[in-house]
């Protein structure tokens, strides 16, 4: 059986997130933030339903964004933990340590301001906890779909949403845990990051597509997500076809945008493309919008 604790992120903008409980084989999938409110709040809820932090046997991060993996710095490091080993690129990671990045995104953002957000968003995504240090992890490779059994468990590492996501399937139930990667009305899903060197930004949009084919083919019974409650496979895929509808059509229009111009102005491309989102959030556009740039086979390196 799967127990869904859903947790607040400690900002009115961000979506609740979720974390699942599985009752027989004792295995936590995510940590929820980096606020303490939030585990203080998961350890009152896994307690009156019987449960302790002791009995976690195993500790799965779906991806390395931090209202997945925030939390896992107040679980005891007795627990092993099973991830994506490119989670690892991003540990430790604070502001001190993007200034390759910086000048990146200085590059295609002229407004001092957006560009700020923008940084700080990137540098929010990863753990400056370094809260993987001195703990018993068991790693998958995302670059050959790496698998590793636990149980009825099988954890396939692969790249799309980010370059360390990790998805579940119990053989038993029929049931995937997949993190971030299929979220309903969610009109940004591959989201652009920073490479393993810290100097530069990476999208993974083309593995995206693979990603979603992949869970298709797994044909699960349910998929529990990040955000939200769980699909049956119908909702699954309606949710997959929306979301290559929405890609490619966004794609279009980004590509045309840019074989129309002589100077590229991203600045200029996400505000026209995206005016009625700018105002909610800025990075989620320009991950958008960059992604496709790369995929236009642009080169974003400065020196």
């Given at each position: 059986?799967?127990?869904?604790?859903?947790?607040?992120?400690?900002?009115?903008?961000?979506?609740?997130?979720?974390?699942?409980?599985?009752?027989?084989?004792?295995?936590?999938f995510?940590?929820?933030?980096?606020?303490?409110?939030?585990?203080?709040?998961?350890?009152?809820?896994?307690?009156?339903?019987?449960?302790?932090?002791?009995?976690?046997?195993?500790?799965?991060?779906?991806?390395?964004?931090?209202?997945?993996?925030?939390?896992?710095?107040?679980?005891?490091?007795?627990?092993?933990?099973?991830?994506?080993?490119?989670?690892?690129?991003?540990?430790?990671?604070?502001?001190?340590?993007?200034q390759?990045?910086?000048?990146?995104?200085?590059?295609?953002?002229?407004?001092?301001?957006?560009?700020?957000?923008?940084?700080?968003?990137?540098?929010?995504?990863?753990?400056?906890?370094n809260?993987?240090?001195?703990?018993?992890?068991?790693?998958?490779?995302?670059?050959?779909?790496?698998?590793?059994?636990?149980?009825?468990?099988?954890?396939?590492?692969?790249?799309?949403?980010?370059?360390?996501?990790?998805?579940?399937?119990n053989?038993?139930?029929?049931?995937?845990?997949?993190?971030?990667?299929?979220?309903?009305?969610?009109?940004?899903?591959?989201?652009?990051?920073?490479d393993?060197?810290?100097?530069?930004?990476?999208?993974?949009?083309?593995?995206?597509?693979?990603?979603?084919?992949?869970?298709?083919?797994?044909?699960?019974?349910?998929?529990?997500?990040?955000?939200?409650?769980?699909?049956?496979?119908?909702?699954?895929?309606?949710?997959?076809?929306?979301?290559?509808?929405?890609?490619h059509?966004?794609?279009?229009?980004?590509?045309?945008?840019?074989?129309?111009?002589?100077?590229?102005?991203?600045?200029?491309?996400?505000e026209?493309?995206?005016?009625?989102?700018?105002?909610?959030?800025?990075?989620?556009?320009?991950?958008?919008?960059?992604?496709?740039?790369?995929?236009?086979k642009?080169?974003?390196?400065?020196?």
């Amino acid at each position: 059986m799967i127990k869904t604790y859903t947790l607040p992120q400690g900002n009115a903008t961000s979506p609740d997130v979720n974390m699942y409980w599985d009752t027989e084989c004792k295995i936590l999938f995510d940590c929820g933030p980096d606020e303490i409110e939030s585990f203080l709040m998961f350890k009152n809820l896994f307690e009156m339903d019987g449960n302790s932090i002791g009995t976690i046997k195993a500790i799965v991060i779906t991806h390395h964004h931090i209202d997945h993996l925030g939390g896992l710095k107040y679980f005891p490091k007795s627990i092993p933990v099973i991830l994506n080993k490119n989670v690892l690129h991003f540990q430790n990671v604070n502001w001190n340590l993007i200034q390759g990045s910086e000048r990146v995104i200085g590059s295609l953002i002229d407004t001092e301001d957006i560009k700020n957000k923008v940084l700080r968003r990137i540098v929010n995504e990863y753990d400056a906890s370094n809260s993987l240090y001195d703990r018993k992890i068991i790693t998958a490779d995302s670059t050959s779909q790496e698998k590793v059994t636990v149980g009825p468990w099988t954890f396939v590492s692969t790249m799309g949403h980010s370059s360390s996501d990790l998805i579940a399937y119990n053989t038993l139930t029929g049931i995937a845990i997949t993190g971030d990667i299929i979220l309903p009305k969610i009109f940004f899903n591959a989201i652009i990051e920073l490479d393993t060197d810290l100097q530069n930004l990476t999208s993974f949009r083309n593995e995206f597509y693979d990603e979603m084919d992949y869970i298709l083919e797994l044909n699960p019974k349910s998929l529990y997500i990040g955000h939200g409650e769980p699909l049956d496979y119908k909702r699954l895929t309606s949710s997959v076809n929306n979301t290559i509808k929405r890609m490619h059509r966004t794609e279009r229009k980004i590509t045309k945008a840019i074989s129309d111009s002589k100077n590229i102005n991203l600045t200029e491309m996400i505000e026209k493309i995206f005016k009625t989102f700018i105002p909610y959030d800025y990075f989620l556009p320009f991950s958008e919008v960059t992604s496709i740039y790369l995929d236009n086979k642009h080169d974003l390196h400065t020196n």
